[in-house]
T-cell receptor
Framework: DTAVSQTPKYLVTQMGNDKSIKCEQN?????MYWYKQDSKKFLKIMFS???????INETVPNRFSPKSPDKAHLNLHINSLELGDSAVYFC??????????????FGSGTQLSVL | GQQLNQSPQSMFIQEGEDVSMNCTSS?????WLWYKQDPGEGPVLLIA?????ELTSNGRLTAQFGITRKDSFLNISASIPSDVGIYFC???????????FGTGTRLTVIP
């Protein structure tokens, strides 16, 4: 059973389109994240939600809007896609916020290609 | 954002050799972690370190939390082909919710 699953695995789309990536975790965690990995493999946090509440929102364009319908799901919606949005997007989850032994579990990523 | 630099950037080694890589930061972290990323997959946790000077092993992997709390080291002994991948260090502050990742070390093992 996949612990953190995200769909789709690959997403190819045209500039200007709107797209969504879904993420679900079955670990019973209450904190979820979105990370972006660029072409140089650098991983950077975008958002973090704890029990459906937004707790981290890095300097991400407001075209990116996360939505957490419940603590097991964190979806990422992107409006007006741009070429620079092409990257691999990783969903992750952890047991609880502000724990010193917090460990993140990652999904297998969504490779977004904007043409 | 936080800057975590890993070295080397990439390594090509023969199967059976030992590997060392390190990670340095401009900030003091309370937790250091090492992740491995296989192609087409997300990072997977290898080792977590919680105290300065701590040395922790996981099979053929050994990692250390630097005394200054600004660095960490990962060693892999007797490498095998499945060790191929990108190794990331990550630092975490106490009370923080997220990890700051290093620039990655890409390991290639030649059979």
């Amino acid at each position: 059973d996949t612990a953190v699953s995200q769909t789709p695995k690959y997403l190819v789309t045209q500039m200007g389109n709107d797209k969504s990536i879904k993420c679900e975790q079955n670990l019973g965690h209450d904190t979820m994240y979105w990370y972006k990995q660029d072409s140089k493999k650098f991983l950077k946090i975008m958002f973090s939600y704890n029990n459906k509440e937004l707790i981290i929102n890095e300097t991400v364009p407001n075209r990116f809007s996360p939505k957490s319908p419940d603590k097991a799901h964190l979806n990422l919606h992107i409006n007006s896609l741009e070429l620079g949005d092409s990257a691999v997007y990783f969903c992750a989850s952890s047991h609880r916020r502000s724990a010193t032994n917090e460990k993140l579990f990652f999904g297998s990523g969504t490779q977004l290609s904007v043409l | 954002g936080q800057q975590l630099n890993q070295s080397p950037q990439s390594m090509f080694i023969q199967e059976g050799e030992d590997v060392s890589m390190n990670c340095t930061s401009s900030s003091i972290f309370n937790t250091w972690l090492w992740y491995k990323q296989d192609p087409g997959e997300g990072p997977v946790l290898l080792i977590a370190l919680y105290k300065a000077g701590e040395l922790t092993s996981n099979g053929r992997l050994t990692a250390q939390f630097g005394i200054t709390r600004k660095d960490s080291f990962l060693n892999i002994s007797a490498s095998i082909p499945s060790d191929v991948g990108i190794y990331f260090c990550a630092g975490q502050f106490t009370g923080a919710n997220n990890l700051f990742f290093g620039t990655g070390t890409r390991l290639t093992v030649i059979p």
